[in-house]
C-alpha cells in the first residue's frame, strides 16, 4: 500500500508570494492533518480535514487555509509569505478524524527568501 | 502546550535497551499515552500507544505506572537505525477536533 505522498518536496519562494502544497493519503484514509515543522517553535498542528470539512485548527494566521476534496486529497495554500514561513510541512493521514494512528508524509520543505 | 515533560536528549550503546522516560503527571482519565519518533529528514512515525496496562509490539514496548502519570518507552535492542528524536504525547483516541501536540521531544543517539 503506497504511504503519504506530498509534493512537492522542496519549494522557493519570495516574500509576498503564495505557495500550494499537495498531499495525498494512504489508499482508504479519510482524515488529513497537516504540520508546520521549524527548528524553533518544532511541531505544530495546523489544521485537520475529514470528509472535506475542516474539524480542527490551530493557532495560525488566516494566511493559512485548506481544503480537503472528495479522493480526501488534500492541499494547503499560505498566502503573502513571510519569511518566518520558511519550514517543513508535513502531512499526515489517518482512517478517520481522532483515529489513534497517523500516518505522515516526507513533508515539504518550504524556503521563503 | 505539550502536556509531557521528556529529557532533552540520551545515549545508549547498540544492542542495549533503551528506555526512553516521560512525565504526564496532569493526564486526564480519558487520555491515552502515544509515543512516535522521527528520524532525520522523515515525517514522525506512530510507535505505540496505551491507557494504564503495559503493551508491547514490534517495534517496542510501553510501560505506564500505576497512577499513569509517567511512562517508559523501552526499545529492547536498539540499533543505530533508532537515531532519532522520540515524542511522547497525550490524548483522547477517536475524538475528532484533538490534533497531536508534539513537545521537543528526546533526541536518542545510538552507538556503535
Known amino acids: 500500500k503506497a504511504g503519504v505522498t506530498q509534493t512537492p518536496r522542496y519549494l522557493i519562494k519570495t516574500r509576498g508570494q503564495q505557495v500550494t502544497l499537495s498531499c495525498s493519503p494512504i489508499?482508504?484514509?479519510?482524515?488529513v492533518s497537516w504540520y508546520q515543522q521549524t527548528p524553533g517553535q518544532g511541531l505544530q498542528f495546523l489544521f485537520e480535514y475529514f470528509s472535506e470539512t475542516q474539524r480542527n485548527k490551530g493557532n495560525f494566521p488566516g494566511r493559512f487555509s485548506g481544503r480537503q476534496f472528495s479522493n480526501s486529497r488534500s492541499e494547503m495554500n499560505v498566502s503573502t509569505l513571510e519569511l518566518g514561513d520558511s519550514a517543513l510541512y508535513l502531512c499526515a493521514s489517518s482512517l478517520w478524524a481522532g483515529s489513534e494512528k497517523l500516518f505522515f508524509g516526507s513533508g515539504t520543505q518550504l524556503s521563503v527568501l | 502546550d505539550a502536556k509531557t515533560t521528556q529529557p532533552p536528549s540520551m545515549d545508549c550503546a547498540e544492542g542495549r535497551a533503551a528506555n526512553l522516560p516521560c512525565n504526564h503527571s496532569t493526564i486526564s482519565g480519558n487520555e491515552y499515552v502515544y509515543w512516535y519518533r522521527q528520524i532525520h529528514s522523515q515525517g514522525p512515525q506512530y510507535i505505540i500507544h496505551?491507557?494504564?496496562n503495559n503493551e508491547t509490539n514490534e517495534m517496542a514496548s510501553l510501560i505506564i505506572t500505576e497512577d499513569r502519570k509517567s511512562s517508559t518507552l523501552i526499545l529492547p535492542h536498539a540499533t543505530l537505525r533508532d537515531t532519532a528524536v522520540y515524542y511522547c504525547i497525550v490524548r483522547v483516541p477517536g475524538q475528532a477536533g484533538t490534533a497531536l501536540i508534539f513537545g521537543k521531544g528526546t533526541t536518542l543517539s545510538v552507538s556503535s
Open positions: 489508499s482508504g484514509h479519510r482524515s
Open positions: 496505551g491507557l494504564k
